[in-house]
């Protein structure tokens, strides 16, 4: 139910990293759902389980963009706690909905953590009018405030490990159960969420249909 | 003066470039980040550490850019930093750098790049390609887009100092995220291709492209409305698991 803890503990690492990642340090694409899911059922020791649940978490990300200052869910931390708790659940298909509807959720908890943060970022490195700062004051600030982003990622990262796997436990205990549903249902989301992005990409929907055209040729041929 | 900076120096910066919006608040933005990144280039452009000092207060207030194109605004400030011009001027240089720089990265990056390798990488993982394969491809040519332009915002930036507005208009940038958009597109058609491939039987399939559908229909509404669909189902399942 719960990982061992050399998976934990990498798990929170990569928590911490999926955190930073979305704002304060590099924005690699590690935040994404995509990457941190999978990330997380590589180190429980099942990637692809954790890429399912990255697929589908990542089509509901698409369009969600990060511009000017905006709120927006913050999808990383809780990636990594939904692909680990995916991974260690299967192979209860349903639990696939389980673990993407948390998401969804604890997105916004996420969210509103970062929030948080800013406003406290903004205590910790306003001058009020000071018109110097020595080189050391500002990477004090300035790295304290990466480092608090960083501990933010990592207890998110740890409570959602403490609530999540039990509950996929407890809710889906069947195997197979309603597996070719769960799977079917979130293929159909993800299909849904593609489609969508045709709006994203500033309604190109000539070209996404010749794509379209182009997969079906592929599906034809494979 | 050179045109450009030395290696070492330019490593450092970019180093420090990718921690620019490591501070970020409400209040001066990436502010402090600019600072921060400006650090090393000051300090070999200016007499002492006290000059550094309020050089640093200065470049600590309110600033903002896309993270991957804060390095033209670096490389310019740094530039009038070492050609020692009026404080005022590079105040007003920033001010009218800064929506610019923002509105260009959002639209280069966050609204076609990034969604163009994600749609990519979807579409790899739904061709079942192995995990390490879908990952390894997309952060490899993502990240390569993503780097190339904080480089070469650096060298543009300190070659052009203050004409980098006229540089950033005159570069095919506009057309260039055109193209990824195309790319973009592209990708996201084949993706949903696939995934309706997914389906076992005709009757899956044509569900499956009736989902698609309505998402091209429903546009920015399939998020919550597929976020609903998959938490009842969610919920349904686990009450269907006690009988």
Known sequence: MWPEPSALALLLLLGGWAAVDGTSVGQLLISRPLFAATLAGWAVGAPEQGLLVGVVLEALHLGVLPVGASRYPESGPPAVVAGAAYALAAPASAALLGAVAFALLYERVAGASVHQLRQWN????????????SASELQRRHLGALALDALRGVLLTALGLAVLPPLLRVAYPGAAGLGAGASLLAVAAVAALLGACVHLFADRLRIYLVGAAVGLLVVWIA | MSESLPRALRVRVLMRSMLVQGSWNYETLLGTGFAFALLPML???????????????????????????????????????AERTPEQVTTRFKNALRGSLGALGDQLFWRSWRPFCLAFGLALALAAAPWWLVLGTVFVVYNAGHLWARVWGLRTGYGAGLEVGRVIREAPLPRLGQRIGDLGALAAGIATAL?????????????LAAAAAAGI???????????????????????????
């Open chain 1, 122 to 133: 903004r205590r910790l490195v306003a001058l009020h009018g000071r018109t110097q700062l």
């Open chain 2, 43 to 81: 300090r070999r452009s200016l007499d002492d550490e006290e000059e550094v000092s309020r050089a640093l207060a200065r470049h600590a207030e309110l600033f903002n850019s896309h993270p991957y194109l804060a390095t033209l605004a670096l490389g310019a400030v740094a530039r009038l930093e």
């Open chain 2, 195 to 207: 995934a309706v491939g997914l389906g076992e039987a005709p009757a899956e399939m044509a569900l």
């Open chain 2, 217 to 243: 229909v429903l546009g920015g509404r399939t998020r919550p409305a597929a976020g609903i669909v998959i938490g009842a189902a969610a919920l349904l399942a686990a009450l269907l698991e006690r009988t």
